[in-house]
Structures are given as structure tokens and as C-alpha cells.
């Protein structure tokens, strides 16, 4: 049993280019988030899906978009990667309300 | 913005101590939550407590919680150097529609 796989674990960009980060869950759950975690800091929610085709803001969604096509697939897409979107990027699932959210062991991303 | 936060920032002692770590929180809570990270890797769910509850056991954890005073904290006893590792509170606040807010973690570092 995976749980959370993302996809790549590491990458550098440069300033301008895009990329996507793939997280995919083998648990069924219903629900997945986007997290990036900076040094100092919590957790900080970027999108999260409530289910097949639902997408939401979190709390800093600008410059991400993400799509949720198949249950197990959550995609996070930066279109025009800036120097600020450094970060190490986590992917969560959770079967439902109020439950323990699992991890991917992350990607992390440079722009330089 | 920030609804947990743990203190302190960072704790070493003695292999076999217990260790303790707090969170303190702002707004009502439906539950909240304790992770573990370990370096480079993802979070991984330890205990959740709900807000009617007030202790909550798990092997060598204990978790308490009291929402007079808006505060958690997560017991460690007799600590080992595999429970070296960031410890990160969540709450799931009542009006947070899915979302998780989560501190900035205390840095334990168990001494051999």
C-alpha cells in the first residue's frame, strides 16, 4: 500500500517556466490538499479538493492552479514560476471530515 | 494566518526523559490534531483529540486539551532517539470549511 506518492522529488526551475506536481493517493479518500512548507513556518493550505472534479482556494492560492480529473490524481500547476515559490510542496488525502490527513514526502522545488 | 502555535520552537534532552510540547490556538475547534516530521520527509498523523474530550493516550503519547484555556500539549515519556523529529498541532476550526491550521512546529532532538 503507496498512500501518498508525489512526483517529482526534486526539481529547480527558472524564473518563468512551469511545471506540474503530481500526488496521487491509492486510499480512496475523498478528499486532497496542497501544502507548502517554508522554514519558520506552518503548514500554509495553497488549493484542496472535496472530491472528483471540486477544486477550492486555501489560503495562498496565487500563482497555483490544480485540477482533480480522477479521485486518486490531485495536480498542482504553476504556470510562471517565481523565485517566492520556493518551497517544499506536500500533498495530504483524508478519507472525510475531521480525519487524519496522510502525507507524501514531498517535492522539493527551487526557482531560481 | 496562524491558528496554532507550539512552544517551545525547540527541545533537546536526555534519552529516556520525557518531553513535553505545547500548542495554543485562537478560536473555537472542532478537533485538533498532532504530526510528526521527520528530516526530509512528510508528516505523519499521531493523535487526534476531539474538543469534548480532554486526554488522549497512545503508546508513549499522551494529549491533552483544554479549551478554557484554548492549549494542547503532547507528552513524549521516555524518549527515544528514533522520536528525534518536528512536532506540528492542527486544529480544524469550526467555521474553517475543511481547512487545517497548522503552527510552526517544536524541534525535538533526543540526546543519547
Known amino acids: 500500500n503507496a498512500g501518498v506518492t508525489q512526483t517529482p522529488k526534486f526539481r529547480v526551475l527558472k524564473t518563468g517556466q512551469s511545471m506540474t506536481l503530481l500526488c496521487a493517493q491509492d486510499?480512496?479518500?475523498?478528499?486532497m490538499y496542497w501544502y507548502r512548507q517554508d522554514p519558520g513556518m506552518g503548514l500554509r493550505l495553497i488549493h484542496y479538493s472535496v472530491g472528483e472534479g471540486t477544486t477550492a482556494k486555501g489560503e495562498v492560492p496565487d500563482g497555483y492552479n490544480v485540477s482533480r480529473l480522477k479521485k486518486q490524481n490531485f495536480l498542482l500547476g504553476l504556470e510562471s514560476a517565481a523565485p517566492s515559490q520556493t518551497s517544499v510542496y506536500f500533498c495530504?488525502?483524508?478519507?472525510?471530515?475531521?480525519?487524519?490527513?496522510?502525507f507524501g514526502d514531498g517535492t522539493r522545488l527551487s526557482i531560481l | 494566518s496562524q491558528q496554532g502555535e507550539e512552544d517551545p520552537q525547540a527541545l533537546s534532552i536526555q534519552e529516556g526523559e520525557n518531553a513535553t510540547m505545547n500548542c495554543s490556538y485562537k478560536?473555537?475547534?472542532?478537533?485538533l490534531q498532532w504530526y510528526r516530521q521527520n528530516s526530509g520527509r512528510g508528516l505523519v498523523h499521531l493523535i487526534l483529540?476531539?474538543?469534548n474530550e480532554r486526554e488522549k493516550h497512545s503508546g508513549r503519547l499522551r494529549v491533552t486539551l483544554d479549551t478554557s484555556k484554548k492549549s494542547s500539549s503532547l507528552l513524549i515519556t521516555a524518549s527515544r532517539a528514533a522520536d528525534t523529529a518536528s512536532y506540528f498541532c492542527?486544529?480544524?476550526?469550526?467555521?474553517?470549511?475543511?481547512?487545517?491550521?497548522w503552527g510552526a512546529g517544536t524541534k525535538l532532538i533526543i540526546k543519547p
Open positions: 492542527a486544529t480544524d476550526r469550526i467555521d474553517s470549511n475543511y481547512q487545517l491550521i
Open positions: 478560536t473555537s475547534i472542532n478537533n
Open positions: 495530504a488525502s483524508e478519507q472525510g471530515a475531521n480525519q487524519p490527513q496522510h
Open positions: 483529540i476531539r474538543s
Open positions: 486510499m480512496n479518500h475523498e478528499y
